[in-house]
């Protein structure tokens, strides 16, 4: 599989149902410069990012920058409540930029300039040069350095810029069938033909032994989806002890919820699980100091169902709370990710201590028995 769209591609047409925010737009004037951020709204690094590129827009303006965020192939029920779902999550990140926000439901421009350059992920940014031209194709960070050299005319020529295009189609072309085999297993999942989707997860551990995601649906899909304990049991017991193997903290943290996840372990052999989720534990509160605060709370989260479950409620209580401090002791740029994290610890404390608690002004209480 090769990329359709790279450097010095001629730019794709805009083709969009509606225009949120902004005049609208049908052609690349010659002379700008244009910067397409494609977004989601449920992707926790996309707000961030935009409005960091609206920061550029007003400092570059007189440059001929000009930032339009797309939000292209959004899943809902219709395309009323799918612009709906977009337009309130532009007035949460952008209420006081001007940048143009443009919503495509048809996915046009999702085939015509995420899938024809094989980017899959969001945020994802395609600056267009003043002869409507691409000129770069990544993420929205890396374009506080990119963008200048786009201005003065350095970048498409460069070396650098070659070297940027030829690693994101590498890293692009083996994500591809990758990404392929994820969608096999959930449009199999989706009519539960299980062999389907069992041999495409098989495949998937088989050709890419570095990725967990596919160990981690293997059990989803036996212990959640298809109810085969015992079948998911082997494959949750090999997943952690792969984990244990390459003490990787990535690793560690997908074994530990699914150990101790949403599933009934009842029929399961306890001693072995909980001997499991005590290493998985310890080590991963080895490599806990790597992590920022977000990731060391959430580490600690997770950890603490296992002291939980297996008795020790005063060591549960005591990650939770010292995860809370994790969040309070450094600065968190992605808000939102921040107030979900409050509120899933939060709800964790109450249930561990049996009573309300608070973080600041927030305060949560036990559910009621019925």
Same mark, same amino acid.
């Given at each position: ?140 960070? %890396?374009?506080?350095?990119? *963008?200048?050299?786009?201005? @003065?005319? #350095?970048?498409?020529? !460069? &070396? =650098? ?92 943290? %997908?074994?530990?919820?699914? *150990?101790?996840?949403?599933? @009934?372990? #009842?029929?399961?052999? !306890? &001693? =072995? ?98």
């Amino acid at each position: 599989m090769t990329s359709r769209l790279g450097i010095d591609s001629p730019a794709p047409s805009i083709n969009v149902q509606h225009w949120l925010r902004g005049d609208p737009l049908s052609n690349f004037q010659s002379g700008k410069i244009y910067i397409l951020e494609f977004f989601s709204t449920t992707c926790s690094g996309c707000g961030p990012a935009l409005s960091h590129l609206a920061q550029l827009q007003e400092e570059y303006s007189d440059m001929g920058v000009e930032v339009i965020g797309v939000a292209a192939n959004k899943e809902a029920a219709t395309a009323d409540k799918a612009r709906a779902q977009v337009d309130a999550w532009a007035s949460k990140w952008l209420p006081n930029t001007n940048i143009r926000i443009a919503f495509d439901y048809s996915g046009d421009m999702d085939k015509h300039w995420k899938q024809a350059s094989l980017t899959f992920h969001v945020p994802q940014a395609f600056v267009v040069d003043r002869d409507g031209s691409i000129a770069f194709i990544g993420h929205p960070d %890396a374009l506080e350095d990119v *963008l200048p050299k786009v201005m @003065d005319g #350095s970048w498409r020529a !460069s &070396a =650098e810029a070659k070297n940027a295009e030829n690693e994101r189609i590498a890293e692009a072309e083996i994500a591809a069938p990758m990404r392929a085999l994820f969608d096999r297993i959930r449009a199999a999942t989706e009519i539960e033909d299980w062999k389907t989707a069992l041999s495409a997860i098989k495949e998937g551990i088989s050709r890419f032994p570095d990725n967990f995601k596919f160990h981690q649906r293997h059990v989803e899909t036996l212990m959640g989806e298809m109810r085969d304990m015992e079948a998911g049991w082997t494959a949750l017991d090999q997943f952690a002890r792969t984990a244990i193997e390459r003490n990787s903290e990535d690793w560690l943290l %997908a074994a530990m919820r699914e *150990l101790f996840g949403p599933y @009934d372990y #009842s029929g399961l052999p !306890s &001693a =072995e699980r909980f001997s499991m989720g005590k290493e998985l534990s310890e080590r991963i509160l080895r490599l806990y100091p790597q992590q920022d605060a977000l990731s060391r709370a959430e580490s600690y989260m997770t950890i603490a169902r296992y002291y939980h479950e297996s008795g020790d409620n005063d060591r549960a209580v005591d990650l939770i709370e010292q995860a809370l401090k994790f969040l309070d002791g450094e600065p968190l740029p992605d808000v939102e990710k921040h107030e979900r994290m409050v509120a899933h610890l939060l709800d964790r404390l109450t249930k561990y201590k049996g009573e309300q608690v608070c973080y600041g002004e927030i305060c949560a209480a036990p559910p009621k028995q019925s």
